[in-house]
């Protein structure tokens, strides 16, 4: 007997928008399921970019950036030339009250010249004090009028005012919920009733990195992405960024020595395979854009993709 495989049809498809001249999304199936539906669009890679100095980072990334850290735009213009970015992810870490607790004229300013300096899409999100957010990004909102960027993040406590700031300059925004299917649709929701265009809404389910809750965050993304496809839920339908970059990199496993953790092998290589296998299972369960810190890392889930899409 000839075996024939099962396929699974689907009602409904992933949104199809633009980010900064770059489509992203527009599947009917899941990613590289190609014998089941369409994916117009390739996973897009960001690269994180903060406009502070990190003081957290692991010294694998040091070496990789080496002074670029002092200066966003030599930062970006670094992630765009030599890595590849296919967008930046700039991180407004120095406005946090707790730390260097930059105004949101400075924040607006170093976004501004960012966006400026590279030919690609910026996403720019808050330091995520759900206080000071709003006022930054409001500032970033009318500084960036004459661009069309993504800002972030909206959640629960703060999407009426990034919402609104979004919408009076025409912005898209990222929706940032914990891991759960229902609150993710629930501010898909608030935000379209808002008067936000459901096609300007990027959702980010929260990240768990391997070892540290990537088997939740994969059921999480797998289940938002069934609801889109299979229940045709039209408040579920926005593609989906996860922020692999600062969930792996936080675990021990990239930043201790094999002299601390005996048979775990080379730190640097340990580090790239935490981030890079985060990356690909998250890409499998559903993720549009994955957030990378990493150029090595970034280079093995190319080939993945690559290979994922048979080429």
Not at 14 to 39: K, N
Not at 82 to 107: H, V
Not at 123 to 150: F, H, N, Q, T, Y
Not at 214 to 232: G, K, W
Request: proline share 4%; glycine share 10%; with cysteine.
């Amino acid at each position: 007997m000839t075996f024939q495989a099962p396929v699974e049809t689907y009602k409904g498809a992933i949104r199809q928008i633009d980010v900064g001249g770059v489509a992203v999304g527009g599947e009917s199936a899941f990613p590289f399921h190609t014998f089941e539906g369409a994916m117009p669009n390739d996973p897009r890679i960001a690269f994180e970019v903060w406009d502070i100095a990190p003081d957290d980072w692991s010294v694998t990334l040091n070496d990789v950036y080496g002074g670029a850290f002092s200066d966003a735009v030599t930062w970006a213009k670094k992630v765009v030339d030599e890595f590849g970015a296919d967008m930046i992810y700039l991180r407004l870490r120095g406005t946090d009250p707790n730390g260097a607790n930059r105004s949101a004229a400075d924040a607006a300013a170093t976004a501004k010249a960012v966006v400026a300096a590279v030919d690609v899409p910026v996403i720019v999100v808050g330091c995520g004090d759900v206080e000071r957010d709003p006022e930054v990004l409001k500032v970033v909102a009318e500084a960036l009028g004459g661009s069309k960027v993504v800002i972030g993040n909206a959640e629960e406590d703060t999407y009426r005012s990034v919402g609104a700031a979004a919408m009076g300059y025409q912005h898209s925004v990222v929706a940032f919920s914990p891991m759960d299917v229902n609150l993710a649709k629930q501010l898909n929701v608030l935000l379209s009733q808002l008067g936000l265009d459901e096609g300007s809404i990027l959702m980010d389910p929260t990240t768990g990195a391997l070892g540290y809750g990537l088997e939740y965050a994969y059921t999480v993304f797998e289940r938002d992405r069934l609801a889109a496809l299979s229940q045709n839920d039209a408040k579920m339908q926005m593609p989906i960024i996860a922020t692999v970059g600062q969930e792996a990199w936080k675990a021990k496993e990239t930043k201790v020595s094999e002299d601390e953790l005996p048979g775990t092998g080379d730190l640097v290589t340990r580090g790239l395979m935490w981030e890079s296998l985060t990356a690909v299972a998250l890409l499998v369960a559903g993720a549009n854009i994955v957030v990378l810190r990493h150029p090595e890392s970034a280079a093995l889930v190319r080939k993945t993709i690559s290979s994922l899409k048979g080429e």
